[in-house]
């Protein structure tokens, strides 16, 4: 009878048990990295297009819109964001939790029409930043100096945007810069005379269809420039 009641009991314990949810296995994303995407989803009003961000799953299952991991080291760091065609709620600036991902390597930004303001501070937190594009925006104010605090910069892309002011100066202090792409925007001033100190590796200057004027510094003379584009400014 003993016997008996304890094979019940064990039949029972297993059926109860087998109709529980099977819990999931480790998550790879690194929590930190995966609480600032959250953070930037909702500082950007939730928009429908990131809506497999889901705070339930694994932010580096390949399933998450526009998020990459660092598979190759097994870190499983945020190191690539692309935040593309979102249909955003309202008027919005660029995320500052953006700076809290200290892994990025590639940041896009493009096609956004209701992001605004200015480019934010916190990008300089970026210090493992190489390919940084923001295209396709109407993010407004200046090209900021402190953009060449970044010295990991390969390639800035600031295309078809709503920037103005003047160039900076001291984008010339990037080690690693191979080209800038300033096209149809609002910038004004000459080129200055710093960017004929570019790096050997620098390539690449795309600045058509802005309000640039003044002389064209013969100092880019000096660079072995693969493709120039300035037309339609004020020179």
Known sequence: MTTTLLITFLLILTL????LPIPSLSQLCNPQDKQV????????GNPTQLASWDP??????????????????????????SL????????????????NLPF????????????VGPIPLAIVNLTKLRYLYIS??????????????IQTLVTIDFSYNKLSG????????LPNLVGITFNDNFLTGPIPESYGSFSNLFTSITLQRNQLSGNIPT???????????????RY
Request: glycine residues 2%.
């Open 104 to 115: 990025l390597a590639i940041l896009d930004i493009n096609n956004i029409l209701n992001l």
């Open 136 to 149: 396709h925006t109407n993010v407004s104010g200046s090209i900021p100096e402190f953009m060449s605090q």
């Open 16 to 19: 109860s048990l087998s109709s």
């Open 166 to 173: 003047e160039l900076p100066s001291s984008l010339s202090l």
């Open 219 to 233: 100092t880019l003379a000096k660079l072995n420039l693969a493709f120039v584009d300035l037309s339609s400014n």
């Open 37 to 44: 995407l959250l953070q930037i989803k909702n500082q950007l």
């Open 56 to 81: 339930s799953t694994d932010c580096c299952n390949t399933t998450w819109q526009g998020v990459s991991c660092d598979t190759d080291t097994k870190t499983y760091r945020i190191n690539d964001l």
């Open 84 to 99: 593309s065609n979102l249909n955003l709620p309202k008027l919005y600036p660029i995320p500052p939790s953006l700076g």
